[in-house]
């Protein structure tokens, strides 16, 4: 993606000529601001909010600014090569779209509208398990461009392996496996709405498309009513509009309120083990990335039992309060387990700075996660595209203006403790 500063630069300031400004702003401050605006109090508390006391997002950030760039003058590079090769192939730039659930909270058929915006931006788009939009749907509206699929591990066993075997169908290039869900954090902004968009049918696409999912929800015993009041009509409408199919068919039918039911209870495995991990090399042909690995120790053990990569990542701060930043954890693996395995970085990544910031400590590639999110709110598609285009392009003037030609040019020696 050579020249793409200097060409986003072009678009946006001949656009200024006509008086036309942005939608989507240039800095994260303001599109954060704009997209709180945009959004409701659930879908922000859900989207921007993290664990406890919000510690580990703020060290997150803090992180970056105990490093600079140290830029280097004359390098005689007039085009930059942001591609990078991983597990097999070749990606246009080192960023990655990290799955977010329940995206459908900041805009109607979000997933898709995300599947569309990587596809046209040339980004691998990373599903979440926990979509609003089946896989399949996201996969057909990607056509042959790149995308990986994240699995939440289930208490069932077959539902498992039949979203393994979905994402396969789905033409995904990974198997991206959380490791650091096996239970919901302490999140007091949604906590304090009382608000949990998968009890209202919110982000469980993946499952009420799935032949195993429908088989255990069915066989699920009837429930008793509970307590009618104002807020539980409502749940019910939600998770009636939420179900697929006819709405009025979903209202005289129980499969809604099972669903959601049955999702609440499968939907993780809080008994998950490295005995769990160890089988998926027998289970899949995709390459297999290990999400949430903090500890050098959990990096060697991902690696000795196969995986093909693990992303460097607390989750963006939305399960442990006070745990260490995303950005130490990654220099701290990437020094005990040398230049070799494949490591990626989310949690904190802004700008396309701090993408240049985390290549240089370390990481192959990174996963944005709440600006796009931002982006989708503030103007659906094309917000999304916005966004990474964005950060791509000050990537690109960053590597230019710091004198390094291509990915590989991206090291420790271009920065200096701040």
């Not at 656009?15 to 036309?20: A, E, F, I, K, T």
């Not at 599947?115 to 896989?135: E, K």
């Not at 039918?253 to 769990?276: C, K, M, Q």
Request: aromatic share 6%; charged share 20%.
């Amino acid at each position: 993606m050579s020249g793409a500063g200097l060409a986003r630069l072009s678009s946006i300031y001949r656009q200024g000529v006509l008086g036309r400004r942005p939608v989507v702003p240039a800095d994260f401050a303001e599109l954060e601001r704009r997209a709180r605006r945009a959004s409701s109090a659930r879908a922000w508390a859900y989207v921007a909010g993290g664990a406890g006391e919000g510690r580990t997002m703020r060290r997150n950030r803090e992180a970056f600014g105990r490093w600079a760039i140290v830029p280097r003058m004359a390098s005689g590079a007039v085009d930059r090569d942001l591609s990078v090769r991983l597990l097999g192939a070749r990606h246009g730039t080192p960023l990655l779209l990290a799955p977010v659930g329940a995206g459908a909270l900041m805009g109607a058929d979000s997933d898709v509208k995300i599947a569309r915006a990587a596809a046209a931006t040339g980004t691998t788009y990373v599903f979440s398990n926990q979509g609003c939009n089946p896989m399949e749907e996201c996969a057909a509206a990607m056509g042959d461009a790149s995308r990986w699929f994240q699995l939440y591990w289930s208490k069932d066993e077959g539902l498992v392996d039949s979203l393994i075997a979905r994402a396969e169908a789905a033409g995904a290039g990974a198997l991206v496996v959380t490791l650091d869900t096996t239970v919901l954090g302490w999140r007091p902004q949604d906590l304090n709405l009382g608000s949990l968009p998968f009890s209202r049918g919110e982000g469980i696409a993946q499952y009420t498309s799935d032949p195993r999912f429908r088989e255990i929800a069915a066989a699920r015993p009837a429930q008793p009513a509970g307590e009618v009041t104002l807020g539980a009509i409502r749940t019910l409408l939600a998770m009636t509009r939420n179900h697929p199919g006819g709405f009025w068919n979903n209202l005289r039918s129980p499969a809604p309120r099972a669903s959601v039911e049955t999702f609440l209870d499968i939907y993780s495995n809080p008994g998950l083990s490295w005995d769990h991990l160890a089988t998926l090399r027998d289970r899949t042909r995709l390459p297999v990335v290990l999400k949430g690995i903090l500890h050098p120790d959990d990096a060697r053990r991902a690696f000795d039992l196969g995986a093909d990569a693990v992303v460097v990542s607390n989750h963006g701060g939305r399960q442990i309060d006070n745990a260490i930043a995303s950005l130490d954890a990654l220099v701290t693996i990437r020094d005990a387990l040398g230049p070799d395995p494949v490591l990626l970085f989310d949690s904190g990544i802004r700008t396309g700075a701090d993408v240049f910031t985390a290549l240089a400590l370390g990481a192959n590639a990174v996963l944005l996660g709440r600006p796009y999110m931002y982006g989708l709110a503030l103007a659906g598609q094309r917000g999304v595209e916005d966004v990474i285009t964005n950060v791509v392009a000050e990537l690109d003037l960053t590597m230019a203006l710091a004198g390094t030609p291509d990915i590989a040019a991206i090291t420790r020696s271009a920065l200096a403790a701040a």
